[in-house]
């Protein structure tokens, strides 16, 4: 069946926003359509992305009415190698397509259900104030299965000023799944109700299926830039320890506001349902990893991707990897490989040190051979 819901809802709420699903009973009541706000200046159709990408920031200094067309798509896509699960997604990505309108916005919202859907679906928008997220509904199917298959996304109210300009922006989304099978196992399975009430999901992953931020799918951004992410989480039960591993957050916008709330943050919390906004910039090139800092999610279940940033060395911040070699410890003999490499490595340092007065003089000469002898015994194993 197809069913097409238009509400219209002004954008009085600020933040980011999760949206996700509730079920929508086939006779729910049609509501009379709100007149149009006479303060919105012209007509635009929203620009909708798929993660993890992010519409371009508003530039009208006014109001406008805004058309969000999305439709609700059930589809069978990867979920990890050689694994596929039918999702229900909003527009047919998981996450859902981001939407990103302005405060004081007149906003006339268009869901459409897909003819080939097998059940009916409804929207939830945390950003709407009224019964529902915005729409009346009757629940006909259990809601958490709704949102463990894939039915929530993000939608930002800018503030009237915008946000601060920078000069990447991204869309994550983390979520779980609860698939019959255990993590791995390849083929196409079905939800399973039982591992979704006792929370114990097969995968934990961003941006609807392991490894969709990694390798050539990895976020990019240069030395020097300034990167902002919007993090939500679909839930339906866990909370994100959510880390960039090698990197401090400057600012912090914290449960889906935006109003900078913490600065010089490592991991930020995100419930379930929440999300955050998370800005920094990157002073050194390398691959900084993201994960779910309940690291048996990030490296046994799927909640790891990728920030891969390229430029210049600043070896002031950081000097990289300054040995990868079979660890001997004190043990080590004059001669052999990782004892070339080390010296090696302090040529390349002294060299470093003449041509950068700054590194010179940081410390006194006693105190960098002290480092140098207690890092080459008991460190570089890890770093």
């Known amino acids: 069946?197809?069913?097409?819901?238009?509400?219209?809802?002004?954008?009085?709420?600020?933040?980011?926003?999760?949206?996700?699903?509730?079920?929508?009973?086939?006779?729910?009541?049609?509501?009379?359509?709100?007149?149009?706000?006479p303060e919105a200046i012209g007509q635009e159709v929203a620009v909708l992305t798929q993660a993890p990408n992010v519409?371009?920031?508003?530039?009208?200094?006014?109001?406008?009415?805004?058309?969000?067309?999305?439709?609700?798509?059930?589809?069978?896509k990867r979920l990890a190698d050689g694994v596929d699960y039918t999702f229900w997604t909003f527009g047919?990505?998981?996450?859902?397509?981001?939407?990103?309108?302005?405060?004081?916005?007149?906003?006339?919202?268009?869901?459409?259900?897909?003819?080939?859907?097998?059940?009916?679906?409804?929207?939830?928008?945390?950003?709407?104030?009224?019964p529902g997220g915005g729409a009346t509904s009757s629940f006909t199917a259990p809601v958490g299965m709704h949102v463990a298959n894939g039915m929530y996304g993000l939608i930002l109210v800018e503030p009237e000023g915008g946000l601060p300009p920078v000069d990447h922006e991204y869309y994550v989304v983390q979520s779980e799944f609860y698939r019959a099978g255990a993590y791995g196992v390849e083929g196409l399975q079905s939800f399973d109700m039982?591992?979704?009430?006792?929370?114990?999901?097969?995968?934990?992953?961003?941006?609807?299926?392991?490894?969709?931020?990694?390798?050539?799918?990895?976020?990019?951004?240069?030395?020097?830039?300034?990167?902002?992410?919007f993090v939500g989480n679909g839930g339906p039960n866990l909370t994100s320890s959510f880390h960039l591993i090698g990197e401090i957050f400057?600012?912090?916008?914290?449960?889906?506001?935006?109003?900078?709330?913490?600065?010089?943050?490592?991991?930020?919390?995100?419930?379930?349902?929440?999300?955050?906004?998370?800005?920094?910039?990157?002073?050194?090139?390398?691959t900084f990893i993201l994960v779910d800092h309940a690291l048996f999610r990030a490296f046994n279940k799927g909640a790891l991707g990728m920030l891969k940033v390229s430029g210049p060395p600043d070896l002031l911040t950081y000097s990289g990897k300054e040995v990868d070699a079979i660890y001997l410890g004190s043990a080590a003999e004059a001669g052999s490989d990782a004892?070339?490499?080390?010296?090696?490595?302090?040529?390349?340092?002294?060299?470093?040190?003449k041509g950068n007065p700054r590194i010179a003089g940081l410390t006194k000469e006693i105190q960098v051979e002290k480092g140098n002898a207690v890092y080459m015994q008991t460190c570089f194993v890890c770093h």
Not at 108 to 115: G, K, M, T
Request: charged share 25%; aromatic share 4%; with cysteine.
């Open 250 to 286: 400057d600012n912090v916008y914290q449960e889906g506001g935006t109003v900078p709330t913490q600065h010089n943050v490592q991991t930020t919390l995100i419930p379930a349902g929440g999300s955050a906004i998370v800005e920094f910039k990157v002073d050194v090139p390398g």
């Open 339 to 353: 004892e070339k490499k080390v010296a090696e490595l302090k040529a390349q340092m002294a060299t470093e040190i």
């Open 92 to 130: 047919g990505d998981v996450p859902g397509s981001f939407i990103r309108i302005r405060v004081g916005d007149d906003v006339e919202f268009h869901l459409n259900n897909a003819p080939d859907s097998k059940l009916p679906h409804n929207i939830d928008l945390h950003a709407v104030t009224g």
């Open 194 to 229: 039982n591992k979704a009430m006792d929370e114990r999901p097969s995968y934990v992953v961003f941006n609807g299926a392991v490894g969709s931020l990694v390798g050539d799918k990895a976020l990019t951004a240069k030395v020097g830039e300034t990167v902002r992410l």
């Open 55 to 76: 519409p371009p920031p508003i530039k009208r200094k006014h109001s406008a009415k805004v058309i969000v067309n999305l439709e609700v798509k059930e589809v069978t």
């Open 1 to 37: 069946m197809k069913l097409k819901f238009i509400p219209q809802l002004c954008a009085a709420g600020l933040g980011v926003a999760l949206f996700s699903s509730v079920a929508l009973a086939a006779d729910a009541p049609t509501k009379p359509v709100k007149p149009s706000d």
